[in-house]
């Protein structure tokens, strides 16, 4: 009898212990959550200021970069910023890619971009460079046929002219065709990307391509797939070694994956977009004489230059 009253005393003594200890650690967890419920909601987890380092030293330009990150970060779209609050320093930790993919949309002039948060100076930084304005691609509404027929001069892998005999090539006939009249021009990088609307330029001043297939640009989307693109910088780089002053090139079919340059111009000099040209620039250089008195030169077949 003695035994089960005491047991009975000790069960009681241990569930006393137990709530307290229940108790204690509620109101502990309570303190804890409290503490970083106002840490997180106060000043010190606020943001002091937002840095741009672009490239740019227009203030406006910076001042709408920031503008743009503080309406995405702070837009009520992101699940922790409902709980950290508006303006938090925690909100590029969490949601870093998702606010560079906005500001790269919004802001296509600029690339690369990265965002760092410093936790002492409660600041952010959002990083990047300016894309380079590498020329003009205009949507051009003008119709224009190049029919030729042709001599070759064949070129070894080392780009040299050699002294093998002039062989005919068959005629081809192109015609570039689009239903615009307007012409509407983008700038791009050496990337290949459209990053803002352009003027339409007079004259060989400006690398600029005349494209008479597409009817639309998409701004922030490379124009063509990597490798044309880079041929066609390539055959600017051409152009500029030739010293011909050639700036403009003219785009038919991107599917024919051929490049010119104006038509009205001799030589008119024919690109392959599948190709660098760079092959031909010694033998180029050589005859430049006699290919400049000629109608058109044809770089289109690797290791071979036609020319009439």
Same mark, same amino acid.
Request: with cysteine; hydrophobic share 35%; aromatic share 14%.
């Given at each position: 009898?003695? /035994?089960?009253?005491?047991?009975?005393?000790? @069960?009681?003594?241990? =569930?006393?212990?137990? =709530?307290?200890?229940?108790?204690?650690?509620?109101?502990?967890?309570?303190?804890?959550?409290?503490?970083?419920?106002?840490?997180? *909601?106060?000043?010190?987890?606020?943001?002091? @200021?937002?840095?741009?380092?672009?490239?740019?030293? $227009?203030?406006?330009? !910076? $001042?709408?970069?920031?503008?743009?990150?503080?309406?995405?970060?702070?837009?009520?779209?992101?699940?922790? @910023?409902?709980?950290?609050?508006?303006?938090?320093?925690?909100?590029?930790?969490?949601?870093?890619?998702?606010?560079?993919?906005?500001?790269?949309?919004?802001?296509?002039?600029?690339?690369?971009?990265?965002?760092?948060?410093?936790?002492?100076? +409660?600041?952010?930084?959002?990083?990047? &460079?300016?894309? $380079?304005?590498?020329?003009?691609?205009?949507?051009?509404?003008?119709?224009?046929?190049? !029919? !030729?027929?042709?001599?070759?001069? &064949?070129?070894?892998?080392?780009?040299?002219?050699?002294?093998?005999?002039?062989? &005919?090539?068959?005629?081809?006939?192109?015609?570039?065709?689009?239903?615009?009249?307007?012409?509407?021009?983008?700038?791009?990088?050496?990337?290949?990307?459209?990053?803002?609307?352009?003027?339409?330029?007079?004259?060989?001043? #400006?690398?600029?391509?005349?494209?008479?297939?597409?009817?639309?640009? !998409?701004?922030?989307?490379? #124009?063509? *797939?990597?490798?044309?693109?880079?041929?066609?910088?390539? $055959?600017?780089?051409?152009? /500029?070694?030739?010293?011909?002053?050639?700036?403009?090139?003219?785009?038919?079919?991107?599917?024919? @994956?051929? #490049?010119?340059?104006?038509? &009205?111009?001799?030589?008119?000099?024919?690109?392959?977009? +599948?190709?660098?040209?760079?092959?031909?620039?010694?033998?180029?250089?050589?005859?430049?004489?006699?290919?400049?008195?000629?109608?058109?030169?044809?770089? *289109? #077949?690797?290791? *071979?230059?036609?020319?009439?």
């Amino acid at each position: 009898m003695i /035994d089960y009253y005491q047991s009975q005393k000790l @069960e009681k003594k241990r =569930k006393r212990k137990a =709530k307290i200890f229940f108790a204690l650690f509620l109101f502990i967890l309570l303190i804890i959550i409290g503490g970083v419920t106002y840490f997180f *909601r106060s000043p010190y987890s606020k943001l002091k @200021e937002i840095n741009v380092n672009v490239g740019n030293q $227009d203030k406006t330009f !910076n $001042d709408n970069l920031i503008s743009l990150y503080n309406s995405d970060a702070n837009g009520g779209k992101y699940f922790f @910023e409902k709980i950290f609050g508006q303006n938090s320093i925690f909100t590029p930790i969490f949601y870093s890619s998702d606010i560079i993919n906005s500001i790269e949309k919004d802001v296509p002039e600029i690339k690369n971009v990265q965002i760092t948060t410093g936790f002492l100076s +409660r600041s952010v930084s959002i990083n990047g &460079s300016m894309r $380079d304005k590498f020329g003009l691609w205009c949507l051009d509404g003008k119709q224009s046929a190049v !029919n !030729n027929s042709s001599t070759s001069l &064949s070129l070894p892998t080392s780009g040299q002219a050699t002294s093998s005999g002039l062989t &005919s090539s068959s005629s081809s006939d192109y015609l570039f065709l689009n239903p615009s009249n307007s012409i509407k021009c983008f700038w791009f990088d050496s990337d290949g990307v459209a990053f803002m609307e352009g003027p339409d330029t007079e004259g060989q001043l #400006i690398y600029k391509v005349m494209d008479s297939y597409d009817n639309n640009i !998409n701004i922030g989307q490379t #124009i063509l *797939r990597t490798e044309l693109i880079k041929n066609i910088i390539l $055959d600017f780089n051409f152009l /500029d070694k030739t010293g011909l002053g050639y700036k403009i090139l003219y785009l038919s079919d991107p599917s024919l @994956e051929e #490049i010119h340059t104006d038509t &009205s111009i001799k030589p008119v000099i024919y690109f392959s977009l +599948r190709n660098d040209p760079g092959y031909a620039l010694d033998a180029f250089l050589k005859y430049k004489s006699d290919f400049i008195k000629s109608g058109y030169v044809d770089l *289109r #077949i690797p290791n *071979r230059i036609y020319y009439k």
